[in-house]
């Protein structure tokens, strides 16, 4: 049996060239779990996701619905599978499934081959034994370690038991609204396709939401419809300053997997601990700007402009993520876990890991060695990085008609339809510092 989670592709999968191995044949099986999967746009993308993988598998994907300890053993049970063959799953609720599948499947293994990551969490070790806790000397050693080249399956790699042979194939799951992002692995191939033929120049463009210069594969590699290991080895001949930079962003992926598999409790709370005792609003206020923020309306236009991108595509452009959440901690003192949480609320992308330990980077209390002081001026990085406000007049309608980078400040003429700034963003600023200054003593 293959039991499919996290990794809806039949390319570059090494589960199943060991299944193959391991039998003349096999059930292609994923488990629903609804106490889990709650409705939201990600579980939608990854629905229509599986969806596509369905097909790949000509319809051969056996769907069943409920706790994977009690229903896959039964599975097993009825086919007489000899083992149970998985992609390594080391997120702290995904390692306690399976600790749980394991214990109750009894004599069968539960075989995990690969996993999501190029290099699996826990893998890279400091010279002392201890884990990374800083980005650069990991990435150092991530390079270092290398990576196993792209394993060669395909949908045939396995003889899959056609359902239909034991049984009704229960229906796939419903979605409760179509994607915006085309799913699938055949669409996410198409994606990386295109953005790895016209990598030149990413290095200085992919910070500019007004481009479309990022990868947009985080998704699909959420989804297991990608491989970081294929990207890496297309990826092979190149040492230039543009593909460094993509080999460093997929590296940042793994850091953060790495980070929580070592301190799973940053999930939700602060990896530096002192945090705990920063104050951060509270009340009618605190929540009136959580709201503000949330809806894209704060006054800020490159900050509105991010949010309702996110409302609008469950996705945001990590730049703008990066502003967006600097707003919300240090000028509006909230806590980080607050824009986490939505995030993942809206996210088709939403990494438990990544999600988590981005916004703690953002908020100061993440593994970096001193980032609270970087206080990002929404204003500026606005100028910056959207230098003729077209990203701002693409989502927010309201100020379509103020000219060029005027759009940033609003200084002469702010539309009656959009709002004033809800707070002073350099008052703001010395406030933040001074929380952090108290913090400190």
């Known amino acids: 049996m293959v039991w499919f989670r996290r990794d809806l592709r039949v390319h570059d999968l090494p589960t199943l060239s060991a299944a193959a191995a391991d039998a003349e044949s096999a059930a292609a099986v994923f488990v629903f779990d609804s106490r889990v999967a709650r409705p939201c746009p990600r579980t939608d993308f990854f629905l229509a996701c599986l969806a596509e993988h369905d097909r790949a598998l000509e319809n051969r994907l056996i769907i069943l619905d409920g706790d994977p300890a009690v229903v896959l053993p039964k599975l097993v049970n009825r086919l007489g599978a000899g083992s149970v063959h998985v992609s390594a799953d080391f997120s702290p609720y995904g390692a306690r499934r399976d600790e749980r599948v394991e214990r109750a499947l009894g004599d069968t293994p539960l075989v995990r081959t690969g996993s999501p990551y190029a290099v699996a969490p826990g893998r890279i070790r400091k010279a002392d034994g201890g884990e990374y806790r800083v980005f650069g000397p990991y990435q150092r050693a991530w390079h ?6 792209p394993a060669s399956t395909d949908a045939s790699t396995v003889a899959w038991i056609d359902p239909a042979d034991f049984g009704e ?4 799951p419903a979605l409760t609204a179509d994607p915006k992002t085309a799913p699938g692995e055949d669409a996410a191939l198409r994606r990386w396709t295109q953005f790895r033929d016209a990598l030149d120049g990413y290095a200085g463009d992919r910070d500019r939401p007004d481009l479309d210069r ?11 419809c990608l491989h970081p290991r294929t990207l890496l080895h297309d990826l092979r001949d190149r040492s230039d300053t543009d593909a460094s930079k993509f080999r460093s962003e997929l590296c940042w992926r793994e850091f953060y997997a790495d980070v929580l598999y070592h301190r799973p409790d940053t999930a939700y709370e602060n990896f530096d601990e002192r945090f705990a005792r920063l104050p951060y609003d509270s ?10 923020w949330r809806d894209g309306r704060t006054g800020y236009p490159i900050v509105d402009a991010g949010m309702r991108q996110l409302a609008a595509e469950g996705w945001m452009h990590n730049r703008v993520r990066m502003i967006v959440a600097s707003f919300l901690t240090k000028d509006l003192h909230l806590p ?4 986490a949480r939505h995030f993942m ?19 100061g209390s993440g593994t970096d060695a001193a980032p609270y002081f970087r206080v990002f001026n929404p204003t500026l990085q606005g100028e910056k990085f959207d230098p003729d406000g077209a990203y701002i007049r693409r989502w ?8 060029g980078r005027e759009v940033h400040r609003l200084r002469h003429d702010r539309p009656n339809d959009y709002p004033a700034q809800i707070v ?3 008052a703001e600023r010395l406030d933040a510092l001074d929380r952090w200054t108290e913090l400190k003593n």
């Open 214 to 224: 990022t990868s947009r594969l985080s998704a699909y590699l959420k989804a297991g």
């Open 345 to 363: 609320d809206l996210l088709i992308d939403g990494d438990l890991a990544s999600n988590q330990h981005g916004w703690q980077w953002v908020a």
């Open 283 to 292: 009340g009618p206020e605190a929540d009136a700007a959580f709201r503000a």
């Open 396 to 403: 927010i309608p309201e100020l379509r008609a103020v000219p």
């Open 424 to 426: 002073d963003h350099a």
């Open 144 to 149: 270092d370690h290398g990576w196993r080249s």
């Open 169 to 172: 194939r229960n229906p796939l």
């Open 336 to 339: 980080w876990q607050w824009g």
